[in-house]
């Protein structure tokens, strides 16, 4: 199969960022593949080369551009490795391989998760893997821990709740807080940080939802441009900084650099190793300065992780969400839970420690967190609504000019 071909195909229905190989010894077709959806514009971008004159044998990982078979379709729903030979209407007939036979590894799709063969690493050849020599960690609770623990007692604290009512009272004394930083001038920084749909961004929004965005605002830097790349690391972060009486929320951070960037293999070692030197001295600096720094990590695990990324393929309004980076974030698990607690050990401090949300209930989440940063930050209700008198209407004899010579917005609702 020509490359180009190979790409065509592909580019409508696979949800894929990822690669595959084929074993030379078994197989006789090798692709590296890396696709992107044409409907969400990403572009394509396949190489595909024979290493025989003819494929006898394919995956369903090789096999992109076929589309998939009713009894293909049926495995998906509980997934085991196929192997398709040969052709029926719909391209391919599934050949059922025993489990033990195969390294699974997980291609998403619009619809389904298909399970594929994998040897090696499928993004390796675009993003080499991080090294972690000379890098020591401590233990912490990792992001799977809060799905394999036993359904929660009585004596954990939890009780039932009713989200809408107590995220309105929550939010009420998120107001009052608001004006209390207005009126004593005081600087407040939050930092989220956390995996891909881990739930950072629902968490931001109530929050911010019944606050003034003048007071409480939203920081999400952008990728650095050249120039700034060649800044010092938290240059571009110091200007987001907040005055006296503003609360600045950071949705990602300068913690990129212990997370995204050194995964993903976008800083050098050096680089990384200075952050983790200096991250704990330049967030001195800044308490020392006066200003009120709370960082939260969202846990989330990767069942749930997995569930939130076919719900974002599906609804059209979420689909901007699913980044090409999330999907090749996901098949660096391992080493994003590494990098986290190395992150941890060293910039979880007592100055500036790390508060850990179970994010795998999205609800119970942002009302968790809501009432922990109240509890953090002393304040009084200073809205004294009784002082608070209308003034009435200006009288006057002015005319106003006619309706029809403004331009009204179509009626349609």
């Not at 490795?81 to 033990?100: F, R």
């Not at 609504?385 to 209407?393: A, S, V």
Request: with cysteine; charged share 30%.
């Amino acid at each position: 199969m020509a490359a180009s071909a190979l790409a065509r195909a592909a580019a409508p229905s696979l949800f894929c960022v990822s690669g595959n190989k084929t074993s030379e010894r078994k197989g006789a077709f090798h692709s590296q593949c890396r696709v992107k959806s044409l409907q969400s514009g990403w572009g394509t971008d396949c190489a595909a080369q024979s290493l025989t004159a003819r494929a006898s044998t394919f995956t369903t990982g090789v096999q992109l551009g076929a589309t998939p078979c009713s009894s293909l379709r049926s495995h998906a729903r509980n997934p085991r490795s196929i192997t398709c030979k040969g052709n029926d209407d719909n391209g391919l007939v599934p050949t059922k391989v025993k489990k033990k036979d195969k390294k699974k590894k997980k291609y998403f799709k619009r619809e389904d998760v298909i399970e594929a063969e994998e040897e090696g690493d499928p993004i390796g050849d675009l993003f080499p893997r991080p090294s972690w020599e000379g890098i020591k960690r401590s233990a912490h609770v990792s992001d799977d821990a809060f799905a394999k623990r036993e359904k929660p007692q009585p004596e954990d604290g939890k009780r039932p709740y009713k989200y809408k009512e107590e995220l309105a009272e929550l939010q009420a004394e998120l107001v009052k807080l608001q004006e209390w930083i207005k009126h004593k001038g005081l600087r407040v920084v939050t930092i989220f940080e956390g995996r891909d749909a881990a739930g950072k961004g629902g968490i931001i929004r109530r929050i911010t939802e019944r606050t003034s965005p003048r007071t409480v605002s939203v920081a999400a830097l952008g990728t650095p441009s050249d120039r700034e790349k060649t800044q010092w690391y938290f240059q571009r972060y110091v200007p987001r900084l907040p005055a006296a009486g503003e609360w600045i929320i950071f949705d990602r951070s300068w913690y990129n650099r212990a997370g995204v960037e050194k995964v993903m293999g976008f800083c050098t070692d050096a680089e990384y190793k200075q952050f983790l030197k200096t991250c704990p001295l330049f967030e001195n600096l800044l308490i020392d300065s006066g200003i009120i720094l709370i960082k939260y990590w969202v846990s989330v695990s990767s069942k749930e992780q997995e569930k939130r990324f076919k719900e974002r393929l599906k609804r059209p309004e979420k689909r901007w969400k699913l980044s090409p980076m999330d999907l090749y974030a996901r098949s660096r698990w391992s080493d994003y839970s590494y990098a986290k607690d190395v992150m941890f050990s060293h910039t979880d401090t007592k100055t500036s420690p790390w508060f850990v949300i179970d994010g795998n209930d999205k609800k119970a989440a942002r009302l968790n967190t809501i009432r922990h940063i109240l509890s953090l930050i002393p304040y009084e209700d200073v809205i004294k609504t009784q002082d608070i008198k209308i003034p009435p209407k200006q009288e006057d004899n002015y005319e106003r000019p006619p309706l029809r010579e403004q331009t009204f917005v179509p009626q349609e609702f």
